[in-house]
């Protein structure tokens, strides 16, 4: 069932094309949005969106006034006098801030609030004079997905053949230029020229887009998709590729949302507009992505969090055991007692510290196991061998105990062994404490 309602969005005559063009404009926009991230400027495409808005407008008085009637006409003079219009908005930004103290962001939100006010005011007048193509304005400003027809499926296969095609040959110098433009230059990179040809494509692509989700809302198909990449992937070519799935992902479950949705409801005169449940769609993955992808997620992140706090506990406790150890053992009253955790927290470090092996119980009494000992020994040994190292930086010696209380907990064996090299296997910390040799640690 679930089956055949997806296809029906490739194959129905009216689905078709809307579904298939939004999939297009999407993966392109994502492909050019990972390169806005990745510059930090992502209000970069919130600025360009709106500065060709004026463009958009005065276009349509040029073909109402010279042209009227030739309503076929309109994407393409849309499109121009929104390039245009865009390519004199990236202008006046780079002048601004070369010319005037104006910061990044100051010079942003002034272009994105005057050539969209410039826009508004064009589009009052059009209002009242040529209402049928102030209708078809509307359209760019708010988006309108569902009108799309066949031609714009190839105006689309053809934005994003251009981006992919210039991303592949150009992806070493973007590279370059993205994360160090010095170096870039030692290497005769042309940086100008590579800088032009990524403002083209982020030009281009807002400019076809805002067909498909409007003006309002078209920045947000560039980060969205590109800010879900980057939490699964560390390496640039994985988040392009993620990316535009992601986009192409929005794109799909956005006609499909706004499709379907309404017959849940039973009501089929509820409508959601394509263009909101597009952008939703890539927003939904974005906050997805934010929470749960595995290295950057905040869930996950909590939970490494938790572990790591849970382990520095549980290594205190048998670092204190180590040290109050005698052949009687000590009570759950007498470790409680000598630690700062409450009794309940207490009872179950020590069942876990059993449950592990680590701690072995004779009527009320806890003893460390050999293992225990071998795991304690290493943290102590740890934690002199760190106060024996600042002590060799020239740090005073009763300033290094707190440093070494956080660092016995995460010193890997590859250090631990570079600070034996390097300290000559020390036998006493710097407060003439034995540190435990190695081999009985392992």
Known sequence: MILSSVWQFFSDPVLQAPTIASMLMCLSSALVGVIVLMRKRSLLGEALSHAAYPGVI????????????????V????????????????????????????????????????????????????????????????????????TMTGSHIWIYTGLTLTVITIILLCYRPIILVLFDRDFSRVLNTPVRLIETILFFLLVLAIVIGIRSVGVVLMSGMLIAPSVAARQWSNRLSKIFILSAVFGAVSGFLGNYLSFEVPKWFGNERFSFPTGPMILLAAIFLAFFSLLFS?????????WRIARFRWNCKEENLLKLLWKLQTQEGLSKKEIQAKSSLSYAHTTFLLG?????????????KYHLTSDGIQRAARVIRL???????????????????????EMEHIISPEIEAQLTELLNDPKQDPHLQPIPARETTL
């Not at 876990?352 to 009320?364: A, D, N, V």
């Open 294 to 302: 595995p290295k950057r997620g905040f869930i996950f992140r909590l």
């Open 352 to 364: 876990y510290l059993k449950q592990q092996g680590w701690l072995k119980k004779t009527g009320f």
């Open 75 to 146: 994407s393409l003079s849309v499109l121009i006098g929104g390039f245009i219009s865009a390519c004199i908005g990236l202008w006046f930004l780079e002048k601004m801030q070369k010319l005037t103290r104006v910061k990044d962001d100051g010079a942003l939100c002034f272009i994105l609030s005057s050539f969209f006010g410039i826009g508004v005011l064009f589009a009052s007048r059009m209002q009242t004079t040529n209402v049928i193509y102030y209708k078809m304005a509307q359209m760019f400003l708010y988006g309108q997905v569902a």
């Open 58 to 73: 005065l276009s349509l008085l040029f073909l109402s006034t010279f042209f009227p009637g030739q309503y076929d006409l």
């Open 383 to 405: 934690h002199r061998l760190w106060e024996a190292y600042l002590v060799y930086l020239g740090q005073g010696i009763e300033k290094v105990h707190r440093s070494a209380e």
